[in-house]
């Protein structure tokens, strides 16, 4: 899921945006937005733990996974208990109104009725929406394997170098080097030299391969040593570009 969905600030400010919106709508529809705050947020939790829920078990758990009938029962059992439990905090607030003589809060039901629907159909395009997001991820996630897997089923890198077409085998590449318009790939035994771009390279080489700066990819085999602004890759120390850097980091903790 993308970064922005999982930030925690996020949900809270969306979730606030929520309450004050409909506390807005509904207290000028009602008439008293004391009322409208009231019930809102008396109906809300009921509102999140349903959405939460639904979106980060059942969907991931059950309907991505394609067990439809357990993801419909599943649904069916939750909403039903989300009613359930919507009916006894509005038993609640009626009951917490008359004991305390708040005579002037009193939208009728189907007012809050409507309130409860317009939650959950709030809910019901949040879910569509982060459900849309998590199929296009996966689906993303996906064509990433299946490009690896492309990849990888080659164990050589094919450059035209001094006009003919070279392979060099992956486990002997220990960096390449861009240089002006060349680049230089760095083996266990020789260098060659080739008019290859290295965005390019990036581009086809496994993941066993990381760009770490503008000019260098490394075999992340072949690291020695790793500090803050520099890695030691076999005898040879290259430097981690300041913008490379959290990618890099996140990178080798990944290869670890």
């Known amino acids: 899921m993308n ?16 309450l004050l919106v409909l506390t807005l709508v509904f207290g000028f529809s009602w008439g008293h937005r004391t009322a409208a705050f009231f019930f809102v947020s008396m109906l809300l939790p009921i509102v999140l733990g349903t959405s939460y ?80 997001n998590q199929i296009t991820e996966n689906q993303q996630m996906i064509r ?48 060659v030299v080739s008019k290859e771009k290295i965005s390019r390279l990036a581009e086809v080489l496994p993941n066993v391969f990381l760009r770490i700066h503008r000019s260098f990819i490394i075999n992340t085999n072949r690291i020695k040593e790793v500090s803050f602004d520099e890695l030691l890759v076999d005898d040879i120390r290259l430097n981690i570009g300041r913008s490379y850097r959290k990618v890099v980091k996140e990178a080798l903790k990944s290869h670890a």
């Open 144 to 191: 990433q394997l299946l490009d690896e897997k492309e990849k990888t089923k080659k164990s050589f890198l094919e450059i035209m170098s001094n006009r003919k077409l070279t392979k060099i085998p992956f486990e002997d590449i220990v960096y390449i080097e861009s240089i002006s318009d060349y680049i230089k790939v760095i083996t266990i035994n020789e260098e």
């Open 53 to 132: 829920f639904f979106n980060y078990v059942l969907v991931p758990r059950y309907f991505l996974t394609k067990k439809y009938w357990k993801f419909a029962l599943y649904t069916f059992c939750l909403a039903i208990t989300s009613v359930y439990l919507e009916m006894m905090v509005l038993l609640f607030s009626y009951v917490y109104m008359v004991k305390f003589s708040y005579d002037s809060l009193n939208p009728n039901a189907t007012q809050i009725l409507l309130l409860a629907a317009v939650l959950y159909l709030l809910v019901l395009i949040g879910s569509f929406l982060l459900m849309m």
């Open 3 to 18: 970064k922005k969905a999982e930030n925690p600030s996020y949900h809270i400010a969306y979730w606030i945006f929520v």
